[in-house]
């Protein structure tokens, strides 16, 4: 079975703490994932952000909204207890309890209709499934933001000019922390003349060791044979350590060819490349920052 999204747990939910004994949220998570029949993996399977597991954040999103309506009530630090009004859901049987069901009560409808501005009015949301909890979208539109800033950088920097890919290059290695700085970085890289570059670039600021470096501007896949005449130019150069940068892809066979050879090559593609300059905000500036904020349960405390 699928991950349930966070308007089917919310009736399961309820039924799950009918008892009238106050429930811990914890217990709760695990007592529904059990009903749910969710595999290892399911329970697993993290948001976007990775800090938080998707079924986890759904059932929180379900009990919020259910206390949002007064069918449940906190009661202390991870526990919530069902209400008189949640009980008067169950008794009255019903099939699903969703976000256009919450509705009905004026409690709800205060939290889900309110506005930015205490001047506006509220109104009826517009009666759309809801999948995913509020957080999921805000960090599914990220991924999203974030793939389409990638998709233009690459664009870019495949219509630059050769000379402009080599500064890129050299300019993220450096914001990695390799190189020491940009002046040190350039001198260190030797041009190879192929709208690429070949070279060499410190691993540190000490220069206690140097990596090997060469970069494709292709459109074209990478394929092993390239791979080969890298690792040959390592062992030629008596270096032990290489990055091998395109703005295109490798095949599965030069991916596979450098787990097995005694050499470090690291193989960045062009999904790899412009990910890690959005990262090292190399290329992007930001726009405006969004704060995601949770109540301190410690504050609150009084134990």
């Not at 290892?40 to 986890?56: A, H, I, M, Y």
């Not at 800033?149 to 664009?155: H, R």
């Not at 190189?179 to 041009?191: F, L, M, Q, R």
Request: aromatic content about 10%; hydrophobic content about 35%; glycine content about 8%.
């Amino acid at each position: 079975m699928s991950i349930p999204d966070f308007q089917t747990i919310m009736l399961p939910f309820l039924k799950q703490v009918s008892n009238l004994q106050e429930h811990r949220h914890r217990d709760t998570i695990d007592e529904l994932a059990k009903q749910f029949q969710l595999t290892g993996e399911e329970l697993d399977e993290k948001l976007p952000s990775g800090r938080q597991s998707v079924f986890d954040n759904r059932v929180g999103w379900a009990r919020t909204y259910m206390m949002k309506a007064g069918l449940l009530e906190y009661t202390r630090r991870g526990y919530c207890k069902i209400t008189q009004q949640g009980l008067d859901v169950l008794k009255g049987n019903p099939s699903f309890i969703n976000v256009s069901y919450l509705r009905q009560f004026p409690e709800f409808n205060d939290f889900h209709n309110a506005k930015p501005n205490d001047d506006q009015k509220s109104h009826e949301q517009p009666n759309i499934p809801e999948q995913r909890t509020p957080g999921e979208n805000l960090e599914y539109s990220y991924l999203v933001l974030r793939k389409e800033l990638a998709y233009d950088l690459l664009l870019r920097l495949k219509a630059g000019s050769p000379q402009f890919f080599e500064k890129a290059v050299v300019e993220l290695l450096v914001k990695m922390g390799y190189g020491g700085s940009i002046s040190d970085a350039g001198k260190a890289v030797g041009k190879s003349g192929d709208g690429g570059i070949d070279g060499i670039i410190k691993e540190d600021r000490l220069g206690l060791d140097v990596i090997y470096i060469q970069a494709k501007r292709w459109e074209s896949v990478v394929g092993r044979p390239e791979i080969q005449k890298f690792v040959g130019a390592l062992q030629g150069h008596k270096a032990r350590k290489g990055v091998f940068i395109t703005t295109s892809d490798f095949t599965k066979e030069a991916r596979d060819y450098v787990t097995y050879i005694d050499n470090k090559v690291v193989l960045i593609d062009g999904d790899q490349l412009t990910q890690l300059m959005i990262d090292y905000n190399l290329g992007v500036s930001t726009v405006a920052v969004y704060e995601e904020k949770r109540i301190d349960q410690d504050y609150f405390s009084e134990e």
